[in-house]
Each structure stands twice: as structure tokens, then as C-alpha cells.
């Protein structure tokens, strides 16, 4: 008899061997392991790292104010608030657009790795910063709300016209590449020899 639990609702099973079946909880289909789950995640992670240069290269919004277009990139933003002494809202943006995704990608990144290359950790450890990286994705969204909800309210005002440039895309697809990276990732490998 071998143990299997479902990835999606983690339903435990007692089962004769590994075929995989249909989960009686979610109807999700069980398998041992998912396929090449540690490489497409680790792949995606990549991407997201890479993609995170123009999130911060490039400008965020580009505002048109009397015909004069103007952008500016996030920590520019950063800054700009700070100056203004609006230091909650540039913590704020701060913290949702350049920490907690590094925090995330590299936390993945560095979970990917050690399972590659055999880094002695728990892992109960390993486990515990995925479940943390998990529970803060649906944080890091924050700033694309903020760019969204800046540009409704500036486009009824016809003198200022506010649209999303180069590094709102490319960070939208960091946030989500890592989103699938994490949800496609397996955790049943890190029990795995
Ligand atoms: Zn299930």
C-alpha cells in the first residue's frame, strides 16, 4: 500500500500503487508527481527575473499634461512621493512593487535551487518559504490597482491624460509568471531523494 495525496485539496489516500486517479474531494486528477513541475517553475521564475528590469527601467505611467508627455519609472514615483513627504503611500508602493517580489522570486528561486543541487535544509524549512511566498502573492498586486485606479480617475480630466507604459506590462507579467510558478510547483518534490 502507498500514500498519495491530492495537489489541489490534499486529500490523503491509501492506495495499491502509484496509477493516477480522479480525486473522489475535488475531481482533480492525482498523480504521483507532476510532470517536470521543477523545471517549468524554475523556468518561469527566470523569465520573471528577467522581466523584472524593465518593470523598473522603464516608466510606469507616462502622464500627458498640456501635450507634454512625461513618464516616470517606479522608484521615481518613490521618490517623488518621498520628496513630497508622502512617506506611507511611498512605503506602500515600495514594498508592493520592488520588495515583496524580489522577496517572492528569490524565495522561489533559491527553493528551486537547493532541490537541484542538494543545499542541506530541512525541509520543513523549504516548505515553510513556499507556503510564505504563497500567502504574500495576492499582495503584491497592490500597484497595479494604484496605476489602474490613478488612471480612471486622470483620464476624465482631459488636460492630463495617464496610460500605463513599458513596465506596468512587464510588471503585470512578473506578478503572474510568478503566480503560475508557484501554483504549478509541486511541493510533494521537496520530499523526494
Ligand atoms: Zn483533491
Known amino acids: 500500500m502507498v500514500l498519495i495525496s491530492c495537489k489541489n485539496c490534499h486529500e490523503m489516500y491509501e492506495r495499491v500503487d502509484y496509477t493516477s486517479f480522479k480525486c473522489t474531494a475535488c475531481n482533480h486528477t492525482v498523480r504521483r508527481r507532476v510532470k517536470n513541475s521543477l523545471q517549468v517553475s524554475l523556468a518561469l521564475v527566470l523569465t520573471a527575473l528577467f522581466l523584472f528590469v524593465p518593470a523598473m527601467v522603464y516608466p510606469m505611467m507616462e502622464v500627458t499634461q498640456l501635450g507634454v ?91 492630463f491624460n495617464i496610460k500605463g507604459g513599458v513596465a506596468a506590462t512587464s510588471f503585470s507579467l512578473v506578478v503572474v509568471l510568478t503566480m503560475i510558478a508557484a501554483h504549478r510547483f509541486d511541493t510533494r518534490i521537496i520530499w523526494d531523494d
Open 69 to 159: 508627455e512625461q513618464g516616470s519609472t517606479i522608484l521615481e514615483g518613490v521618490i517623488s512621493f518621498l520628496s513630497h513627504g508622502d512617506y506611507f503611500i511611498a512605503i506602500v508602493i515600495l514594498t508592493a512593487s520592488v520588495i515583496i517580489p524580489l522577496i517572492k522570486l528569490f524565495g522561489l528561486l533559491f527553493i528551486f535551487t537547493s532541490l537541484s543541487i542538494n543545499i542541506k535544509m530541512k525541509n520543513k524549512t523549504k516548505l515553510r518559504i513556499f507556503y510564505f511566498i504563497e500567502a504574500i502573492g495576492k499582495w503584491s498586486m497592490i500597484d497595479i490597482y494604484v496605476v489602474a485606479l490613478l488612471a480612471s480617475v486622470v483620464q476624465l480630466d482631459e488636460i
